[in-house]
């Protein structure tokens, strides 16, 4: 990412002493002023280990005496996804920004309390859709911008990873922690097609499949078709039970084409090809770290410059196509999506 931006130092507390924050913590290290203070988790051992693993100053097991205490400016928030709204109300509650992982929340109604009670709030409240930051990603929405496949008309997303036996907790056998591959990996998806197509979805009919990794009523496969305002089509494929399968992304245009591999992994690394009537030619595609460049853009937009690179708005809507997808599945229909 190319961008400067000037941010200005901030204390961060973590709600969740999660698999992801374990990530996201050394990332948000590489952002100039930026310090992880401390960490909130049900269970004392599990936040005392998290802390000291971490290098974090305190752990916490009570909510609001970890807001209060802690004097952050901002908090990140990845336990399970049925705490993420009671969690984020409190912390923009106590004055902090908020930076929520997918889906920001189990419902609409929740996701819009969240929405309105940052704007009412005047803080900044972002969702972490990584994927924005790919380079790849970056580069294929500018070329879609300016014309340069025709008019985009059609999207296949191939998504369809190994979940690794460490996340197969309650993904996999806990719905109402928001468990299964449509809340987990299509969230994602549907924010990266509303980013790359410029437009808004419609409707949406899916699939889901059980394959035996995923326990009870929980989907471990989705196959779903999106339509978005302006007749874009777009097939998506998430799956936690692709062994050896290399993620794959295939924009199609009136006048070309792209193709990116890897894209869609946390890596941050991909390639991508461009194919038009002058051939086909691989496009050069810089490694970037995604967490990096997702709380570089949020550090910023709390410090007045710029927005994060997907908002509490756009996690709204992406919660919503997903939880379209899922009403889609259980009715067999094609199902419109409300935000
Ligand atoms: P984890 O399973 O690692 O953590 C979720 C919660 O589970 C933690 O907050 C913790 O609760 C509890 N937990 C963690 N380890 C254990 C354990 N050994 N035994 C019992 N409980 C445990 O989830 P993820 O990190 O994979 O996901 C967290 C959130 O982040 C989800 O909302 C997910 O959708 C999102 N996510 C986003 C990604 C992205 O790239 N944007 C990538 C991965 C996840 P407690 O805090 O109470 O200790």
């Known amino acids: 990412m190319s961008e400067k931006f000037m941010v200005k130092p901030m204390r961060w507390g973590f709600v969740g002493a999660s ?12 952002v100039p002023g930026q310090e992880p203070v401390a960490v909130c988790s049900r269970s004392a051992v599990r936040a005392r280990e998290f802390a000291t693993a971490l290098g974090l100053q305190a752990s916490y097991t009570d909510l609001a005496a970890f807001l209060k ?30 930076m929520c ?5 189990m419902n609409l109604p929740d996701a819009r309390r969240m929405v ?8 900044v409240l972002g969702t972490n859709h990584h994927l924005r930051a790919q380079a790849a990603h970056r580069l294929m929405r500018e070329i879609v911008a300016a014309g340069g496949i025709g008019r985009l008309h059609g999207v296949q997303v191939s998504h369809a990873v190994f979940l690794p036996p460490h996340l197969q907790g309650w993904r996999l056998d806990a719905p109402g922690a928001g468990g299964g591959v449509v809340l987990d990996i299509l969230v994602h998806d549907a ?15 899916t699939h889901v499949q059980h394959n035996g990794l995923a326990r009870g009523a929980l989907e471990d496969g989705a196959m779903s078709v999106i339509e978005f ?16 399968a290399a993620t794959r992304l295939h924009l199609l245009g009136t006048e070309g084409s792209l193709y990116a591999v890897g894209s869609l992994s946390q ?3 991909a390639r991508l090809w461009q194919r038009d009537a002058q051939g086909e030619r691989e496009l050069e595609v810089p490694p970037v770290d995604l967490y990096e460049t997702g709380f570089r853009a949020f550090a910023a937009a709390c410090a007045g410059q710029g927005a994060p690179l997907a908002t509490g708005a756009d996690g709204l809507r992406s919660m919503a196509v997903a939880l379209a997808g899922l009403a889609s599945a259980a009715s067999g229909r094609a199902e419109a999506i409300t935000f």
Request: net charge negative; glycine share 8%.
């Open 101 to 105: 992982e997918k889906p920001i929340a």
């Open 229 to 244: 305002e302006g007749g874009v089509l777009a097939q998506t494929h998430e799956s936690f039970v692709a062994q050896h």
């Open 69 to 98: 205490e802690g004097r952050f400016d901002a908090v990140y928030v990845s336990s399970t996804n049925e705490q993420h709204c009671a969690q984020t109300l409190a912390a923009l509650e106590a004055g902090c920004h908020v």
């Open 116 to 123: 309105e009670a940052a704007q009412r709030a005047g803080r």
């Open 191 to 205: 924010d990266l097609l509303r980013y790359l197509a410029g437009a808004e979805p419609r409707r949406i009919s």
């Open 267 to 269: 890596a941050g690394t």
């Open 19 to 30: 698999h992801i924050a374990e990530r996201v913590i050394p990332a948000l290290r590489k």
